[in-house]
């Protein structure tokens, strides 16, 4: 029996036009271009500005722009995942609105939550559905509006995240292209490290959660900094020991746009070139569930069809893991 893959067969993403720059945020808080450089790699990142506007908003504006250039109509897809930790509000899923957005009215659409692994856990999500049969054009979304919790006050948090989002067309194929495989885990009790302390049903909005700025992401930063390059890296290294994969057979690690020195750190560990490796973290930041599209759209005619791509990331939850596919198409 002939079996069936998800093959990604276009990728599109989109940032709002507003940069704020390392040297802006040198009169916002106590902290300077070369601090923010030599610690994350990070010189700027897009901001969205402007009333009404939310993560829907920036995912719709990346799936138009896929819909067009991969000329696939809005009634052709009949799944829509949207990967995010930034919701427009707790419900409806953003999923729905961005689909409602774009005119995509024959699919179901819902949000997954899993940090900054969340676009990797909707692309495998995504795939399950194609291998079974019950989709066939599936639109993942990773988007984040992260200056909507962001603490412009906090010079260890606020230098760290962008707004941006990516869209990707998955298909079905049986040709040797598409997601090879997959290794994912969770630890909750990472919780404490990295999270944002009100706003769920927990510890609900009030005066008091909103005076004690208890609504931004709160981070502990070394904690989640040493269990980030042991997870990214470990996970990225067993999917290569599981697949046979030596660092020469892999054409690209796409990893996670958190940190560079978490990036170089899985790169070592992997045996991989620096030059195999997509970064653009310096241009953009940390947009959550947006820097994976983000780099595979960027890098996106360097691409070959049958290239070994490793996806790598890892987020708050604690969630990790890694995704092997082949690319499935060659530069138009």
Known sequence: MTKIRAKISGIQGWAPPYILTNKELESMV????????????????????????????????AVRRLLEKTHTSPDEIDLLICATVTPDM??????????????????????????CSGLMFAIITATRYIESGASRKVIVVGADKMSSITDYTNRETCILFGDAAGAMLLEPTTEEVGIMDSIFGTDGSGFPYLHMKAGGSLKP???????????????????????????????????????????KDVSWLVPHQANLRIIDATARRMGINKDQVMINIQRYGNTTGATIPLCLWEWEDQLKKGDNIILAAFGGGFTWGSVWLKWAYDPS
């Open 90 to 115: 707790m419900f409806p899923a953003t999923a729905n609105l961005i689909s409602y957005k774009t005119g995509i009215n024959n699919a179901f659409s819902f949000d997954m939550n899993a940090a």
């Open 30 to 61: 106590d902290t300077s271009d070369e601090w923010i450089t030599s610690r994350t790699g990070i010189k700027e990142r897009h901001i969205q500005k402007g009333e009404g506007l939310g993560t829907s908003d920036m995912g719709a504006e």
């Open 205 to 247: 909005p009030s005066h008091e959660t909103v005076d004690a700025k208890e609504h931004f992401i709160f981070q502990e930063g070394q904690s989640v900094f040493k269990f980030a390059v042991t997870k990214m890296a470990d996970v990225s290294v067993e999917i290569m020991k599981k697949n046979n994969l030596t660092s």
